[in-house]
């Protein structure tokens, strides 16, 4: 689905300092998710949108900043990153809460 | 709490072998699962949704209320079967998020 896209698809940063993750998509869903990928966990959700404006917790929302002024993006930000930010992140979203979510193809994040 | 459990990390059959991934949910209210597949280093893709009764790419999963499980099944598992697999639960009162399991990954040998 190129409808969602993710950029980076990799980064590398050091603790301590601000990383952006990209997410965007054109089918201009409702709601939208980051996740957060590691061994051991499966996903976890860090934080979603239901609407342009509209944020809130998922189940790991510390060290995480998130925005959406527009439909379409919902970037995620590491206000001061840490070693155990060191995952994959996935952007998701759909058109209604009852509907399936769409990945996006992830990003690479390490943090040294 | 709402919880999914896949018990399995890593599930190894051979070509032709039947497959079942196991899946079990803890959830109060009406579940709605899922099952998503990942192939190496790619994105989730939806595999089955539980109320859509289909079967994709041979693969079924029944909702089972009273063991609380959705348990995914092929009957002959192919090499391009290989990947990860995780089991979801929607819960509606959070945007719709998604709860995952820990993730299967499935080896399928030649």
């Known amino acids: 689905d190129a409808g969602i896209t993710q950029s980076p698809r990799y980064k590398i940063t050091e603790t301590g300092r601000q990383v952006t993750l990209m997410c965007h998509q054109t089918?201009?869903?409702?709601?939208m998710f980051w996740y957060r990928q590691d061994l051991g966990h499966g996903l976890r959700l860090i934080y979603y949108s239901a609407a342009a404006d509209i944020t809130d917790k998922g189940e790991v929302p510390d060290g995480y900043v998130v925005s959406r002024s527009k439909t379409e993006n919902f970037p995620l930000t590491l206000e001061s990153a840490t070693r155990s930010q060191t995952s994959v992140y996935f952007c998701?979203?759909?058109?209604?809460?009852?509907?399936?979510?769409?990945f996006g193809d992830g990003t690479r994040l390490s943090i040294l | 709490a709402q919880r999914v459990t896949q018990p399995e990390k890593l599930l190894s059959v051979f070509k032709g072998a039947p497959v079942e991934l196991k899946c079990n949910y803890s959830y109060s209210g009406s579940p709605e699962l899922f099952w998503y597949v990942q192939y190496s280093r790619q994105r989730l893709q939806l595999l089955l949704r539980?109320?859509s009764r289909e079967s994709i790419k041979g693969f079924t999963a029944d909702l089972n209320k009273g063991e609380t499980s959705f348990h995914l099944k092929k009957p002959f598992a192919q090499e391009e079967d290989s990947a990860m697999y995780y089991c979801a639960l929607r819960i509606y009162n959070q945007g719709g998020k998604l709860i995952f399991g820990q993730g299967t990954e499935l080896s399928v040998k030649p």
């Open positions: 998701a979203s759909s058109d209604w809460s009852n509907q399936p979510q769409h």
């Open positions: 539980h109320i």
């Open positions: 089918w201009s869903h409702s709601y």
